[in-house]
């Protein structure tokens, strides 16, 4: 298939994080970490509402991250399959962030849990609904073992 899809951005993440280095890797690492993303002018009518909400989930475009099909995560140290991780060096480099809404000010959300580059490009928000968003399970593959590294583990140039 080589059909292309085109996404536009409908805002952009502004950040104390400049670069990848030493950057939270997921949010739930980066509870306190605060961030804001600023919605375009004609996408504001689509806030409306969202302050109902406590956790967003954030569809971004990795603009920094390079395309691998195979990679050593943050959490482990050996190669998987890049679709069996949530590394950022991904085909289409689309991230997924479960923030906490603080505060929305006019097309301003101010949030933490704040694992984005200062100038990610936003493609999508979707509310949080844990009755629709959790599942239980005991099969999380090699994440079983990964966990136990998250709280100390920050971004590296594994994934340039």
Same mark, same amino acid.
């Given at each position: 298939? *080589?059909? $292309?899809? $085109?996404?536009?951005?409908? &805002? ?17 690492? @980066? @509870?306190? =970490? ?10 504001? @009518? ?5 302050? &109902? ?11 920094? @991250? ?14 998987? &399959? ?6 950022? =060096? ?10 906490? +809404?603080?505060? +929305? ?31 239980? *399970?005991?099969?999380? &593959? ?9 709280? =100390? ?8």
């Amino acid at each position: 298939m *080589t059909d $292309t899809i $085109t996404l536009r951005p409908i &805002g952009i993440i502004h950040s104390p994080f400049q670069s990848t280095q030493g950057m939270p890797i997921q949010t739930v690492a @980066a @509870a306190d =970490a605060e961030g804001e993303l600023e919605i375009f002018e004609e996408f504001t @009518a689509g806030l409306r509402d969202i302050e &109902g909400f406590e956790f967003l989930i954030l569809l971004t475009h990795l603009h920094q @991250a390079v395309e691998k099909l195979e990679v050593v995560p943050f959490m482990d140290t050996v190669s998987h &399959g890049v679709f069996a991780t949530r590394a950022p =060096a991904r085909p289409n480099r689309i991230g997924l962030s479960i923030v906490k +809404l603080v505060h +929305l000010n006019e097309r301003i959300l101010r949030f933490r849990g704040n694992d984005m580059l200062d100038g990610t490009p936003v493609i999508d928000i979707k509310p949080y609904v844990p009755q629709l968003d959790v599942r239980q *399970t005991e099969h999380i &593959g090699w994440f079983g073992h990964g966990l136990q590294r998250l709280p =100390a583990t920050v971004s590296d140039d594994r994934m340039s």
